[in-house]
């Protein structure tokens, strides 16, 4: 079946660091990307999506491609903010209507100043 | 616009006792989800809804757990009886039933079971 698999965290990172959050996934067909933050006390919340093959998604400074060729949709961003300490959950779906999204477990980012 | 509501934001009982939790999805969105998200197994989706009627119920965790969404704009999780271990934040979560279309989530309700 469809699956997500995130790099295991915390990550803890300076501010202005750059930040990889590694995400691969294994699915039929032809699967749309997603990645999703939560700030503490939140429910989640879209940060991009990509939805076929060499996509970009980008929001925030947050950038992700869709790497079929590697089964990859790694978010990344040139310099993190100690506002962007949150849990990023990486998310596929099937493409079709009406179906549940697959979450990755989350990676938590910690940044400090 | 309102976004996806969620009550109560915390609650708290003694094992035994009926929980009901609630939540309001957008207007026009007409896919409904619940999760639960714990630090041990993170975020597990229990059940979702596509235009009222349950689709996938496989992530409810046992008999205890029922979920029902009597119309477009209400939907309840309940627990009965309660167990500690159904201490957890749960979400609920609606979308527009179209393909690519993201989900968008409450604020939870931070379950506390004694």
């Known amino acids: 079946g469809n699956s997500v698999t995130q790099m295991e965290g915390p990550v803890t990172l300076s501010e202005e660091a750059f930040l990889t959050i590694n995400c691969t996934y294994t699915?039929?067909?032809?699967?749309?990307l997603f990645w999703y933050v939560q700030y503490p006390g939140e429910g989640l919340q879209l940060l991009l999506k990509?939805?076929?093959?060499?996509d970009k998604g980008s929001n925030k400074g947050f950038e992700a491609t869709y790497r079929k060729e590697t089964t990859s949709f790694h978010l990344e961003k040139g310099s993190v903010q100690v506002s962007d300490s949150a849990v990023y959950f990486c998310?596929?779906?099937?493409?079709?209507?009406?179906?549940?999204?697959?979450f990755g477990k989350g990676t938590t980012l910690s940044v400090s100043s | 616009d309102a976004g996806v509501i969620q009550s109560p934001r915390h609650e708290v009982t003694e094992m035994g006792q009926e929980v009901t939790l609630r939540c309001k999805p957008i207007?026009?969105?007409?896919?409904l989800f619940w999760y639960r998200q714990t630090m041990m197994r993170g975020l597990e989706l229990l059940i979702y809804?596509?235009?009222?009627?349950?689709?996938?119920d496989s992530g409810m965790p046992e008999d205890r757990f029922s979920a029902k969404m009597p119309n477009a704009s209400f939907s309840t999780l309940k627990i009965q009886p309660s167990e500690p271990r159904d201490s957890a934040v749960y979400f609920c979560?609606?979308?527009?039933?179209?393909?690519?279309?993201?989900?968008?989530f409450g604020d939870g309700t931070r379950l506390s079971i004694l």
């Open positions: 979560a609606s979308s527009v039933n179209r393909a690519l279309q993201p989900q968008h």
């Open positions: 699915a039929t067909g032809y699967p749309s």
């Open positions: 990509a939805t076929k093959a060499d």
């Open positions: 998310a596929l779906s099937d493409g079709q209507a009406g179906t549940a999204l697959i």
């Open positions: 207007s026009g969105h007409n896919s």
């Open positions: 809804f596509n235009n009222n009627v349950p689709i996938d």
